[in-house]
């Protein structure tokens, strides 16, 4: 009898040994738990992966050799002390005296806003801190002006301790990252902002746009100027002059403006009398439709973003704006004032406005050219998907690198 390890080909040659394949033990994913301020903002929530926790840097295939990064992020300190209004704001995390009892809860501290009301001594006292305890920080740049602010001294006395201190700095544009440099001499990583708006309800506002498309000649052009409770960085009346003399020659234009109750009521803490009585004026003359209420909650902002044709930024400083991501989400266009980098996170139309003052033709132009071309800067829900995984995989990647 022949063996079958013995058999040979008629030439002599001996097969090929058959060999089974390597079975590799499923690697466990790299743990990293971050301490992200505040975590219960929606941008800091979609800059997770979208189904589970593990992200994966430099694709499946990299992740089926190290087992990917599983980021957890530790929930806003829920404090019993403090009321329900104040557990949130502003963030615990900010106390060095927190950083120093939670330290065995934590790897990386990520930094996004809501320092306001800390001084440029408590900062420092909490990047000591942390660099005491071995504690990476990154620092995502969203503002590089605090849109609540008059001035922009005291959010620079608190950016000259943060930039410099960070080991890795964030931010959403390139011009804030060629600002960062120019400031600073800091190098920043440039990630897009993700979706502000959940995908179920982009699907669904984005196909009623399609189904509802109708003839540009007698449709309705709904303008939205919505005032909110006034941040520093809001120059409306200007603005309102400037959209009111423009809608005249525009049939079928619509200039609805929002306010909330603090501001345009009597009663209210942040109650400005002129700016009431111009609007209620406009509103009894029919030239706006004036709405006055407190404010909205995320199905109704949606909602309302939905309802507009165009919705106008009134600012004359800022950075960046979740707002115009809401309104890419939803497929409602933004006219942007030029202060800023608004142009560089996504496309909008443009009007000249900023410290100096407001450019009243450029931004009577830029509604009509709305009103005629009615543009559309919508993005798919797909396309949306795509950039959370990749700004996910990125933050990952950074928070790895930073523990190596």
Same mark, same amino acid.
């Given at each position: 009898?022949?063996?079958?390890?013995?058999?040979?080909?008629?030439?002599?040659?001996?097969?090929?040994?058959?060999? *089974?394949?390597?079975?590799?033990?499923? $690697?466990?994913?790299?743990?990293?738990?971050?301490?992200?301020?505040?975590?219960?903002?929606?941008?800091?929530? &979609?800059?997770?992966?979208?189904?589970?926790?593990?992200?994966?840097?430099?694709?499946?295939?990299?992740?089926?050799?190290?087992?990917?990064?599983?980021?957890?992020?530790?929930?806003?300190?829920?404090?019993?002390?403090?009321?329900?209004?104040?557990?949130?704001?502003?963030?615990?995390?900010?106390?060095?005296?927190?950083?120093?009892?939670?330290?065995?809860?934590? !790897?990386?501290?990520?930094?996004?806003?809501?320092?306001?009301?800390?001084?440029?001594?408590?900062?420092?006292?909490?990047?000591?801190?942390?660099?005491?305890?071995?504690?990476?920080?990154?620092?995502?740049?969203?503002?590089?002006?605090?849109?609540?602010?008059?001035?922009?001294?005291?959010?620079?006395?608190?950016?000259?301790?943060?930039?410099?201190?960070?080991?890795?700095?964030?931010?959403?544009?390139?011009?804030?990252?060629?600002?960062?440099?120019?400031?600073?001499?800091?190098? *920043?990583?440039?990630?897009? &902002?993700?979706?502000?708006?959940?995908?179920?309800?982009?699907?669904?506002?984005?196909?009623?746009?399609?189904?509802?498309?109708?003839?540009?000649?007698?449709?309705?052009?709904?303008?939205?100027?919505?005032?909110?409770?006034?941040?520093?960085?809001?120059?409306?009346?200007?603005?309102?002059?400037?959209?009111?003399?423009?809608?005249?020659? $525009?049939?079928?234009?619509?200039?609805?403006?929002?306010?909330?109750?603090?501001?345009?009521?009597?009663?209210?803490?942040?109650?400005?009398?002129?700016? *009431?009585?111009?609007? %209620?004026?406009?509103?009894?003359?029919?030239?706006?439709?004036?709405?006055?209420?407190?404010?909205?909650?995320?199905? %109704?902002?949606?909602?309302?973003?939905?309802?507009?044709?165009?919705?106008?930024?009134?600012?004359?400083?800022?950075? &960046?704006?979740?707002?115009?991501?809401?309104?890419?989400?939803?497929?409602?266009?933004?006219?942007?004032?030029?202060?800023?980098?608004?142009?560089?996170?996504?496309?909008?139309?443009?009007? @000249? &406005?900023?410290?100096?003052?407001?450019?009243?033709?450029?931004?009577?132009?830029?509604?009509?050219?709305?009103?005629?071309?009615?543009?559309?800067?919508?993005?798919?829900?797909?396309?949306?998907?795509?950039?959370?995984?990749?700004?996910?995989?990125?933050?990952?990647?950074?928070?790895? !690198? @930073? $523990?190596?």
């Amino acid at each position: 009898m022949t063996s079958l390890l013995s058999h040979s080909y008629r030439d002599g040659s001996a097969p090929e040994k058959s060999v *089974a394949p390597e079975i590799r033990p499923a $690697l466990e994913p790299q743990l990293v738990r971050v301490a992200s301020v505040p975590a219960s903002s929606v941008y800091v929530r &979609h800059i997770s992966p979208i189904d589970g926790d593990v992200a994966q840097p430099g694709g499946s295939a990299a992740a089926s050799r190290d087992g990917g990064v599983r980021v957890t992020r530790l929930p806003d300190p829920d404090d019993p002390v403090r009321s329900a209004q104040q557990r949130w704001w502003p963030p615990t995390m900010f106390e060095a005296e927190w950083v120093r009892a939670h330290a065995d809860d934590f !790897d990386v501290f990520h930094l996004h806003f809501g320092f306001d009301a800390r001084t440029p001594e408590q900062l420092r006292d909490l990047v000591e801190e942390l660099r005491r305890l071995g504690k990476p920080l990154v620092y995502t740049a969203h503002d590089l002006r605090n849109p609540h602010h008059q001035s922009p001294v005291e959010h620079n006395a608190q950016l000259d301790v943060l930039v410099p201190a960070a080991d890795a700095i964030v931010t959403l544009t390139d011009g804030a990252a060629y600002e960062i440099k120019r400031r600073w001499a800091r190098r *920043a990583i440039v990630l897009p &902002h993700p979706h502000v708006v959940d995908f179920e309800t982009m699907r669904r506002v984005q196909r009623a746009r399609l189904d509802g498309r109708h003839d540009r000649d007698d449709a309705e052009f709904r303008i939205g100027l919505h005032l909110k409770s006034l941040r520093a960085n809001m120059n409306p009346v200007p603005v309102v002059g400037a959209l009111l003399d423009t809608i005249e020659a $525009l049939p079928n234009a619509v200039l609805q403006i929002d306010g909330h109750r603090d501001l345009l009521e009597p009663t209210g803490l942040r109650y400005d009398e002129g700016l *009431a009585d111009l609007l %209620h004026e406009a509103a009894d003359a029919c030239r706006i439709d004036l709405r006055i209420h407190d404010s909205f909650d995320d199905g %109704h902002l949606w909602g309302y973003l939905a309802s507009l044709d165009l919705s106008v930024l009134p600012y004359r400083f800022g950075t &960046h704006s979740g707002w115009l991501e809401a309104c890419r989400d939803l497929g409602t266009p933004v006219l942007a004032p030029t202060c800023g980098y608004y142009r560089d996170q996504a496309p909008v139309m443009l009007y @000249l &406005h900023d410290d100096d003052g407001l450019d009243a033709d450029s931004l009577g132009c830029a509604v009509a050219r709305a009103y005629y071309d009615r543009p559309s800067f919508s993005i798919t829900v797909d396309e949306r998907r795509r950039q959370r995984e990749a700004v996910s995989d990125a933050h990952a990647a950074l928070y790895r !690198d @930073l $523990l190596r």
